[in-house]
């Protein structure tokens, strides 16, 4: 069976601040694929990143910052210096795009 | 289009009526996922389209839901006798090949009263 596991439901910070986003996964799969989303109050889910379960290097885009743990089977996300732009939904998933329940992350001024 | 387009986005329903929900994926995308939201969950899978095969239909709650995609492109999801447990965002996403690289359309929020 697959499932995420995201355990916080709803983080709120002030801009600038370093944030966090835990995902904890289980599978059975030896290899594996491991995706965070973003949802914005306008519905639509965007695609952030995609990891491959072979790949254990983490992961810099700009802000944005990924730590994949095998060991632990935990692919987090972290927002360097977030904005309120940042404010939204956040999803991870595994392979067949199975979804954690999200986490909302409020970026106050 | 560019992206993945659903219709209507909005759509309000008495209980008990039918309804169909549009989804028109990237042009040449194999793949087509239906996932059912409800207000502050995740995306639930529904159904999976591969062409115009439907692959994996396990996700669908009961036998009122039924989707197809009968030349692969195009994908309808038909809802019959509506019920208020139904009220969610239905997405829409389509890929080049499975789970990878899946764009998601903007949704329907279904609202049955």
């Known amino acids: 069976a697959q499932k995420v596991t995201q355990a916080q439901t709803e983080i709120s910070v002030v801009e600038k601040e370093d944030v966090t986003l835990d995902c904890v996964y289980e599978t059975r799969d030896t290899t594996y694929y491991l995706f965070w989303y973003k949802q914005p109050p306008s519905g639509e889910l965007v695609f952030l990143i995609r990891?491959?379960?072979?790949?254990?290097q983490n992961e810099i885009s700009g802000r944005y910052s990924w730590n994949f743990q095998k060991s632990t089977s935990s692919f987090n996300f972290t927002i360097t210096a977030s904005q309120v732009v940042d404010s939204a939904v956040y999803f991870c998933a595994l392979s067949d795009l199975i979804f954690g329940t999200g986490t909302r992350l409020q970026v106050f001024p | 289009g560019a992206g993945v387009s659903q219709s209507p986005r909005y759509k309000v329903a008495k209980r008990g009526q039918d309804v169909a929900l549009r989804c028109d994926p990237i042009?040449?995308?194999?793949?087509l996922f239906w996932y059912q939201q409800a207000l502050g969950q995740g995306p639930e899978f529904l159904t999976y389209?591969?062409?115009?095969?439907?692959?994996?239909k396990s996700g669908l709650p009961s036998d009122r839901f039924f989707a197809e995609r009968p030349e692969g492109s195009v994908s309808t999801l038909k809802i019959q006798r509506t019920q208020q447990e139904d009220s969610a965002v239905y997405l829409c996403?389509?890929?080049?090949?499975?789970?990878?690289?899946?764009?998601f359309g903007q949704g329907t929020r279904l609202t049955v009263v």
């Open positions: 042009s040449g995308h194999v793949s």
């Open positions: 990891r491959n379960s072979f790949d254990e």
């Open positions: 389209f591969q062409n115009e095969a439907q692959l994996d």
């Open positions: 996403a389509s890929s080049l090949q499975g789970g990878l690289d899946a764009f």
